[in-house]
C-alpha cells in the first residue's frame, strides 16, 4: 500500500470532483497503456513522504510542524488511556493553530492539554 501510495497514480474517474485548473496544475494525465489514469505532478510527490510508524511507539519519524493530521478509523482499536497517549503524541507533531482529524465515527472522549474541539471529530492544536 505504502508503494502504491508514493506512486500517486488514481483512477481518472476518483478525480472528476477536482477543478480542472488544479488538474492542470497539478496532475499528469495517463496516455496509452495508462490511459484513464492520473498521477500527481512531481510538485506535489516532493511534499509526501510515505512511511510506516507504529502510533503506539514512544516516538516516531515524523516533522513536527504539520498542517493537519488525519487520522481515521484507527483509535478504534485502543482502550482510553492508549488513545489519550496516542492522541497527545500525535499532537506533538501537528504545528500551531494545526488539525487533527478522526474518523466520523470516532471521537476522544476526553480531554487532550492543548488540543480543542472545533466541529466532531475536528480538533485543533
Ligand atoms: C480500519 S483501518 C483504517 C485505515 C484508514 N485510516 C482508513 O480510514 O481507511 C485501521 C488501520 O489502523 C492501523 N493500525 C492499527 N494499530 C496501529 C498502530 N499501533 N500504529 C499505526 N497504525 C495502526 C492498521 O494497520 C489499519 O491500517
Given amino acids: 500500500m505504502l508503494a502504491r501510495a508514493d506512486e500517486g ?3 481518472a474517474l476518483r478525480a472528476e470532483k477536482v477543478s480542472k485548473e488544479r488538474l492542470r496544475r497539478y496532475m499528469l494525465r495517463g496516455v496509452g497503456p495508462q490511459q484513464g489514469k492520473v498521477r500527481a505532478g512531481g ?4 511534499l509526501l513522504r510515505f512511511g510506516r510508524v507504529n502510533l503506539v ?3 516516531y519519524p515524523v516533522p513536527h510542524d504539520l498542517d493537519l493530521i488525519l487520522c481515521r478509523n484507527v483509535l478504534i482499536y ?14 506533538q507533531h501537528v504545528g500551531k493553530g494545526g488539525y487533527l482529524f478522526l474518523g466520523h465515527s470516532e471521537s476522544l472522549n476526553t480531554t487532550v492539554p492543548g488540543l480543542h474541539c472545533v466541529a ?4 485543533q492544536k
Fill in 120 to 123: 466532531p471529530t475536528v480538533y
Fill in 9 to 11: 497514480v488514481w483512477p
Fill in 57 to 59: 511507539a514512544d516516538d
Fill in 43 to 46: 510538485e506535489v510527490r516532493s
Fill in 78 to 91: 485502543f482502550d482510553q488511556a492508549t488513545k489519550k497517549k496516542v492522541v497527545t503524541k500525535l499532537l
